[in-house]
């Protein structure tokens, strides 16, 4: 049980992607709206997300990160900026469906893609 | 949620419509030109039809009665026979670890791994003997897709963060294919790795991609399960493609997959 190494890893065809860019700030319009969902608990903390529409594009989006346990604390202090960059850039060519681990009705309620939905995106 | 009328946008030619069956919000969007309502009635009326028929939390379903004891593998439907079959032969092309038997809480075997997957086919089946080519069907972050998306080209589909519940690790670009994540993200969703009756370590999350959703869903329980071996056990499943993410931030995918990958 353990990580391939690099040569396996080039062996078995596999890419390893590393960190994107910081994020970069997005400017919001003025005729852009919220959307949110309530405070949702997840294995590393709680929570909350919010996005912003203008016309028919995300132009924003927003999460309260989990501060609960220190583990999580780390790790979000260096996924955070990463993926939240990655996230803008994909609502900016906009996207259709996401894909996640089992969504219960409860949990959909405060998801990214209750969000969308509710946004009619 | 339940009583809630479905939600449909205005301004768009098809469909878009949300129903909470099977316990989870199953999202049918239709880009073809006016679908009839009365073809995706039905397929939600499948969906809660084989949620009658498979699921754990009802005590009158033929798997309730089958862990019970009081319904007879041989008497039960040919579609449960079918289905828990499936389970087995997953579980010998996944060395143990997508395990039908091993997920149950209370002992007897629970099949809800595959069910998912093969309910959303046969709605999806449902929606094409009418006559729709270019639909998706999202079953609680499990997606098929057929046709093509609302803007035309592939159906583009964001992949979840598993930290941070407002991020998308990646986007890709799919068609006539299904999509699959398995996480621990969600509390209440456990993956465990039946091996070693623990959840697995090293892996934050795992999609995978591939012709039927119901073995992409499989394989990516199971090789969420593996843990740290998830990738290595991905990169040598043919036919279908894969996106881990490591708990060292790593996101390792196979070559097939970035093909898909539009970000």
Known sequence: MKTPSRTLTAALALTTVGPAVAATPVAIAASSKTYHGSAVHMQWGTVQVKITVSGRRVTGISATAPTERSRSASINGRAVPVLR??????????????????LTSRAFDSSLQYALTKAHL | MSTA??????????????????????IIDVCDANPRTETIDRAYAWLDLVDRMFSTYRPDSEISRLNRG??????????VRSVLARCASLRTETDGYF??????VGGGVDPSGLVKG????????ILERDGLGNFSINAGGDILVRGEAPQGGPWRVGIQHPVV?????AVVGVTDLGVATSGAYER????????RGEPPEGVLSVTVIGRSLPTADAYATAAFAMGRDAAAWC???DGYDAMVITDDERVVTTAGFDRHRVR
């Open chain 1, 85 to 102: 960059s990655e996230a803008l850039r994909a609502q900016s060519s906009r996207i259709n469906s996401v894909s996640g681990a089992t």
């Open chain 2, 5 to 26: 009328p479905p939600i449909t946008s205005a301004g768009r030619a098809g469909l878009h419509r949300v129903e909470h069956v099977m316990g989870m919000p199953v």
């Open chain 2, 70 to 79: 009081e319904l007879a593998l041989a008497d039960a439907d040919p579609a």
């Open chain 2, 99 to 104: 395990d039908a038997e091993a997920c149950s």
């Open chain 2, 118 to 125: 093969w309910s959303v086919a046969g709605a999806a089946r």
């Open chain 2, 165 to 169: 519940g407002d991020a998308i690790a």
């Open chain 2, 188 to 195: 209440g969703a456990h993956v465990i790795d039946p091996h």
């Open chain 2, 235 to 237: 990169a040598g499943v």
